[in-house]
Structures are given as structure tokens and as C-alpha cells.
């Protein structure tokens, strides 16, 4: 039996029980003025402590009926049991919209997965070269940035022979280097196969890149350009037969269209993951005669904007002849890249923000008109397009208004070709080449553009077709509703409901914007000068640390030849 007095109320619980399964006595005390003021407890032998155990932890919260007088005993049995997780709608929608910012281009989750757990696990595994592994061979070519040789490996027990490639780079080396590793872990057939790259110091010639790539082909769409025989060139190397098909213009479109879906394809594997490339053109477009694709090369002017790596507001890498009118992949307002980890995270607002992407997507457009006329083809009518297209402001409409009258027979075999099926190859170029980035199409949506319905000359895998397939069934067509609302405007002097008259149309039309200042005007602009003042503070502290910061982190596990 165990007693507690609280207020002036005597307390009485049986030991031999639990507390919730026993009566509470309560007896009041006729003698409160001789108590003292403190808490007075009254306890025989050591069951006060289990007493305050039951009183306070047993119940959970508030005292139970039997204190309060409420008529009802509460027994252990009859409180209610936990079910875990709650799941509510807010719940819900919240784990979602985290998961989907988490998984969005250019990827969070997986960007953190493959910086802190493949990139270690694959620096374990991977096959490592030296410079006396290499025996060089014939030069391939040379450009501003380094020479490219086909090489092959001295005897090494874990070289499985055959020819390679090798680059030796001078500037952007180690640029090219994160590159390749990040291509060759995320999306492998967007890329020459990349093998190994280290820094390799030589007393004569200075500090070098070597990079190792598997000889896939030496024939880039420059050189298959080139030839007269184009496209039918290219449709043995694809197919490995010619089909017994007439000449003309049908079957020249179906290998085009094979060609561009293979770029598309490589361009949104390396969207997806974050790599914008900078200089997409015909001599960066290898054909690999193993899988009979053609590949993306030469990753020295990449941007990785998953981590900021190669990337500086306001510097730009690109060959004018390909570039997007904008140069620029992101505003220069952005500020440098914070450490991994913060760029990481902001990375899906930041793209959102800017679209970068799009920057490729109209050299691809380039590519895709030069197939579609062979007098494009050339350095100097390329130059003179651009030329044109400017003074057109970059409407592609507009050029083709300006040069169909008087174009020469090659010119107008061109516009045919792209006219072919309701023209649907004239609305993919048209929405690919525009002036505006953000009303260019994607690489991924235009994939899903009805000018690759028909497979072509070359069927997809089954992957490729399921994600095809799920993302054409998720877009939406606001097509007519936009008709309708222009219907809906341009009625004048109908009956039907909704239409504005021509008077209300004339109305429209001859609104002025009103000039004459307000206070709420006054304190908005003063909030936008505020807020530029702001983000210009922020970036200049932040360009400052990285001018401070002149090691790159990420060229640290680069392997170095000694």
C-alpha cells in the first residue's frame, strides 16, 4: 500500500498492481494548515518509486478518471495502440514534391550518388595506363587545344589489345578528363568509350593530358557530309546493307531522320545528366563502327552545371559557326559555383531558371539543315546563312520567305524534303532553330516529335522505346485550346457568346500604359533596386572566394604520371 499527498489529496495505490488497473482512493486532509508547504510523501518500504513510475509514465498524458472524477476507470488495455506512420494528403504531397526535385534534371540524388559512391567504387576497379603502356601511331589530327593519335598497348597481362585513341591535351585537359569519367558512368553510348586519362609531366614539352579512348571509327559526319553520295553513305554503315529502295527523296529522309534521332538520343543522355557541350558540330560527331551509332566527341568545351565544373558567367566556349545567337549557355548574372555539395542541390532551379540545354539543341538544328541542303554544307554558305538568318532576326519563317522565290533547284530539293509528310520535318527544324532559348524544343520532347513516328531505318531498343513512349503519353497538347482562345478573340460582330466586338477589339488596341507614377510603382521599383543590389553584393562575394580558391578540387584525383 503506498500514500501520496498533493494539495491537500491522499493518494492510495495497491502494490501488488499495476497502476492503471487499480481504484484511486481520495481522501481529503482535515488538517491542511499544519502541512507544510512542500510536497509531503508518505511511502512504506520501496514502492514509491514504481508508485511515480505508474503515476507519471504508465498514464501518458494527464492525470486519469478517477482523479479527475469523471465516472469512467481507464484500463491499459482499452487506450488506444499506435499505427506507426501516419499518412496524410499534405504528407503526401510533400514526400512527392521532394522526390521529384530530388530526380530532376539535372538530378540531385543521383548526382550525390555518383560523385560520393560509383566515382569511389570505380577508381578502385577500373584498369590504370602509364606513358610506357603507350606505343604511339599514326597522328589522326590536330587542333588548337591538342593532337589525337591512333595508338595501341605495349604487352600488359591486363590488356585486352586492340587499337586506341589518344589525346594529348594541353589546356582543358583535366576538364575533358571529368568529363569523360561522368559520360562513361551516367550515359556510356552518348560517348566515345573513354578508357583512363592522367597528367603526365615532361621536361621538354611541359605538363600533358593523356586521354585514352577505344578506336571506334575515324569518320565523323564532316567527313560523311562531304561526300556527294551523302546520305546514302552513311545508310551501309548503319545498316550494314543498302536497301532495295529507289533514289529519292523518301529514302534520303528516312536516313536523315535515323541520323538525327541518334544525336538526339547522345544529346539527352548528356542533358540528363547535367553536361551541356558547347560546341555540337559535324567534326565533333563520330561514327562508331561497332554499334553502328554516331557519337558525341570532344568534351574540352563542356559545362558540368550538376557542380559548376567549367563553368564561368560571363566566359564562353563555341565555334561561331554553330553557335546559338545568346553565346552564353546561362544568364551572366549567375554567379560563379559554390562548393559541390550547395551546387549540387541548386542545380534543378538553376536549370530550370536558364534552360541551358537549349544552347545545343540549336547547333543540332544547324546539323539538321545542312543535311536537309547540301549547299549549306560549306564553311563560307554557312557563315552567309548565319549571315541571312540574322538580318531575318533569326525567323526561320521569314528566311524561307526571303530565299524560296529565287532559290536555285538544289535549294528548293531541300524545302521538299522537309515538307514531306505535312511538313512535319520543317516544324521540328523551325523548333529547334529559333532566336529565344526557352522556345526552343528539347532534346527529350523533340524525341517525341511526330517526325520520328515512323522508326526510320534503324529500330530503337526496348528501353529506348518504353521511355519514348511514356513521354509522348504525358504530354499534353494545348493546341486547341490556344485556337480556341484566338477564335474567341478574333470574333467580331457575331452572336455567339464571348465574342468581343470590333469597337472592344479597337479598345484593346488603343490602350496606353499609364505613365504617371504611383507610390505603389515608387516602392516596387524601390524593392527591385534593392533586390539587385543584393544578388550584385552576392556575387561579387562569391566570385571573389572562388578568385581566392585558384586549386581545382576536382583535378586533384586526376592520376599523375611521374
Known amino acids: 500500500m503506498a500514500s501520496v499527498a498533493i494539495g491537500g489529496v491522499v493518494l492510495h495505490s495497491h502494490s501488488h498492481s499495476s497502476f492503471l488497473g487499480n481504484k484511486l ?239 538526339l538520343f547522345a544529346l539527352d543522355g548528356l542533358h540528363s545528366t547535367g553536361i551541356v557541350h558547347r560546341d555540337i558540330k559535324p567534326q565533333n560527331i563520330i561514327f562508331s563502327e561497332g554499334s553502328r551509332t554516331f557519337k558525341i566527341i570532344d568534351l574540352g568545351a563542356a559545362a558540368d552545371l550538376r557542380v559548376g565544373i567549367n563553368y564561368i558567367p560571363k566566359e564562353f566556349l563555341l565555334d561561331p559557326r554553330y553557335a546559338a545567337p545568346e553565346q552564353y549557355i546561362m544568364s551572366t548574372q549567375t554567379p560563379s559555383a559554390p562548393s559541390a555539395p550547395v551546387a549540387t542541390a541548386l542545380s534543378p532551379v538553376l536549370w530550370q531558371l536558364n534552360l541551358p540545354d537549349r544552347f545545343d539543341i540549336y547547333s543540332v538544328g544547324l546539323i539538321f539543315l545542312q543535311m536537309a541542303f547540301p549547299g549549306l554544307r560549306s564553311d563560307s554558305s554557312l557563315i552567309q546563312f548565319n549571315r541571312q538568318l540574322k538580318r531575318c532576326d533569326y525567323d526561320l519563317v521569314s528566311w524561307r520567305q526571303t530565299v524560296e522565290p529565287r532559290a536555285s533547284p538544289e535549294l528548293r530539293k531541300g524545302f521538299e524534303l522537309l515538307d514531306l509528310d505535312g511538313g512535319i520535318g520543317w516544324e521540328l ?86 505613365n504617371k507614377s504611383s507610390t505603389q510603382r515608387n516602392a516596387l521599383a524601390s524593392a527591385l533596386r534593392l533586390q539587385r543590389k543584393i544578388l550584385r553584393t552576392l556575387n561579387e562575394s562569391i566570385d571573389e572566394l572562388s578568385r581566392q580558391k585558384k586549386s581545382l578540387w576536382w583535378s586533384r584525383w586526376i592520376p599523375r604520371e611521374e
Open 25 to 263: 482512493k481520495l481522501k481529503p486532509l482535515s488538517l491542511l494548515k499544519k502541512l507544510p508547504r512542500k510536497l509531503i510523501i508518505y511511502a512504506h518500504g520501496g514502492e514509491m518509486f514504481g508508485f511515480a513510475h505508474d503515476l507519471f509514465v504508465g498514464v501518458g498524458v494527464g492525470l486519469p478518471c478517477t482523479v479527475m472524477e469523471c465516472g469512467d476507470i481507464i484500463y491499459r488495455s482499452t487506450l488506444p495502440k499506435s499505427n506507426g506512420i501516419t499518412v496524410t494528403v499534405p504528407g503526401v504531397i510533400l514526400a512527392l514534391g521532394t522526390l521529384s526535385y530530388l530526380w530532376a534534371t539535372p538530378g540531385v540524388a543521383p548526382g550525390f550518388f555518383d560523385m560520393f559512391v560509383l566515382a569511389f567504387v570505380e577508381r578502385l576497379f577500373r584498369p590504370t595506363y602509364k606513358k610506357d603502356d603507350i606505343v604511339l601511331g599514326k597522328k589522326l589530327g590536330e587542333g588548337s587545344f591538342g593532337a589525337v593519335y591512333r595508338v595501341s598497348l605495349a604487352k600488359k597481362p591486363s590488356s585486352k589489345g586492340g587499337d586506341f585513341v589518344l589525346k594529348k591535351a594541353t589546356e582543358y585537359g583535366a576538364v575533358e578528363i571529368w568529363m569523360n569519367e561522368r559520360v562513361r558512368r551516367a550515359c556510356a553510348n552518348s560517348c566515345a568509350d573513354f578508357l583512363y586519362g592522367f597528367l603526365e609531366n615532361s621536361s621538354k614539352k611541359g605538363a600533358e593530358y593523356w586521354l585514352l579512348w577505344r578506336f571506334e571509327g575515324e569518320a565523323t559526319l564532316t567527313d560523311l557530309m562531304q561526300s556527294r553520295e551523302f546520305p546514302y553513305n552513311v545508310e551501309a554503315l548503319i545498316l550494314g546493307e543498302v536497301q532495295d529502295l529507289p533514289k529519292g527523296l523518301d529514302r534520303e529522309n528516312r536516313i536523315i531522320q535515323t541520323i538525327m534521332r541518334q544525336l
Open 429 to 514: 527544324l523551325a523548333s529547334m532553330v529559333r532566336f529565344k532559348a526557352r522556345q526552343r524544343i528539347s532534346a527529350k520532347t523533340a524525341l517525341a516529335h511526330p517526325y520520328f513516328d515512323r522508326e526510320g531505318l534503324l529500330a530503337l531498343s526496348f528501353i529506348q522505346n518504353l521511355k519514348l513512349q511514356f513521354f509522348r503519353a504525358t504530354q499534353q497538347d494545348y493546341s486547341e485550346a490556344a485556337n480556341w482562345i484566338v477564335q474567341l478573340m478574333a470574333k467580331s460582330g457575331t452572336e455567339q457568346d464571348g465574342g468581343f466586338t470590333e469597337a472592344q477589339l479597337q479598345d484593346l488596341r488603343d490602350i496606353e500604359p499609364k
